[in-house]
């Protein structure tokens, strides 16, 4: 009997394969569940009604999609990027601790935070494709557990060489918020919120290198042993993870599609009803293939260096600050830290800017092109301002240096560097995630959000990691004043990549199979 339904189930499938083998192309295959009907309240893009029981039960309610939730997910994605470069650059606050109870000489303390920014450029080959394969939720739960318990591992490390590897492991998990939180934005708002919730969430990016050095520092004044800085990030950590747990929802639409064949399948008894990535078969080096080439493509490659070079600047700050103010202006670790807040305050600036201005003149543009989407490379306006900008504060940081100099003048450069280095990053990507979130990639490889974004942390991680490195040799040999002016020559000949996106952007899209029609 049981062979005889199983041979019936295999006749109705070959039955039904032949039949859309011969379907016509207009005809929609009856079995494939590729959207949500309208209204329905499992799409992340649908605003349901906001009630005080829903206000109530906001964190264990998942069946109602409010802009009140999804400003709530804005926040909370960017909480966990801010968790991990928070991370990264924390260490730079007790460098001196670290250099004296594990014997490291200056170039070894300096791989504290190159190998946790080294982690960055492995975890999105894994985070990536598993989050458009398994889904959100899971690539943020289960690695920032791990995460969790190696920042308990540094905290309690007993060697160099345990502080090392644990840093680089860490780094490696922690990049999962960095690839997944611009996929969940791309998952939940519409293309013209969109500009408003990367806005904000850029800012997490900017409030972790600069809280990270600050909280450290202070540590380190205190007299509080230097192992509480692992601690805090470990409870952080653990707090962020309880919170996965509760209040975040899977928002990837094929998933979310996925199940709801499968519940399709489990209602009617009938097997032939599937989703569309249910049909994607991909080996994992043809997942990882696609990660690592999909920066390379004509229309991320300038973008993507030009966003590495800006990234790999703000890791390179961490050695540079030092130098000219802890070592010119003689300011304690603690206040040194304080050096870093005008990074965040010129970032927050230029986000108010960018909703309150041009966030509007992009929805305008959008409505008046309407029903096609508004070009992406109009995002790209602000660039042009930002780029020359971003010239001009390192040639200030560099030349008013001087330990005779006020530091108030190389201090406010860090404001101007924080503006612009938010417009860029709002412009062409996430927050400076250290992070994370492209409009331009967005609203370019909208389906395939994580995966652009991956293999663009990969590659600015690569500088954020190097330059480091080198940075202490080369402020040192040239000088505060040439080593700024050298990196200042070098944004000075990228100024024209936007341009040049902006003018012949459209005809490098037309090419690209991933672009959204």
Known sequence: MTDTVSQRSSTIHEETVHEKAVMPSDQKDPYLIDSFEE?????????????????????????????LRRWYLTIFVGMLVLNATFASAAPSGIAVQLLEEYHMSQEVGTLAISLFVAGYCVGPILWGPLSEHYGRWPIFFYPFVVYTLFQVGCALAKNAATILVLR???????????????????????????????ALFTLAPFAGPTIGPTVAGFISTSGTDFRWVFWVLAIFAGVCCLLIVFTLPETYVPVLLARKAAKKRKDTGDPLFHAPMEKIVLTAWERAENILARPFKPMLLAMTLYMSF?????????????????????????????MFLPLLLGGTTSVTISIVVFNPRYER????LAPPASPPEFRLEMALIAAPLYVVAFFWFGWTSFPSISLWAPLMSGYVLGFAINWIFVDAQF??????????????????????????????????????????????????????????????IMVPIPIVLMRFGPTIRAKSKFVPV
């Open 168 to 198: 680089f492991l860490g780094g490696t998990f922690a990049a999962a918020p960095l690839t997944n939180s611009g996929g969940v934005i791309s998952d939940i708002w519409d293309s013209g919120t969109r500009g408003k919730a990367l």
């Open 310 to 338: 800006v990234y790999g600047c703000i890791y390179l700050l961490f050695e540079a600050y030092p130098i000219v103010f802890t070592e010119g202006h003689h300011l304690s670790a603690g206040i040194s830290g304080l």
């Open 431 to 492: 927050k400076v995630n250290p992070a994370p979130n492209n409009l331009l990639f967005l609203d370019t490889y909208l389906s395939i959000a994580a995966s652009a974004l991956a293999g663009n942390t990969v590659v600015r991680s690569v500088f954020g990691a190097v330059f480091p490195l080198f940075a202490t040799q080369m402020y040192n040999a040239l000088g505060p004043r040439w080593a700024s002016s050298l990196l200042g020559f070098v944004a000075l």
């Open 39 to 67: 209204g329905d309240p499992a799409n992340p893009k649908v605003c349901g009604f906001v009630d005080f029981w829903y206000f109530i039960h906001l964190m264990v309610q998942f069946e109602n999609w409010s802009r």
């Open 365 to 368: 543009e959008a409505a008046r």
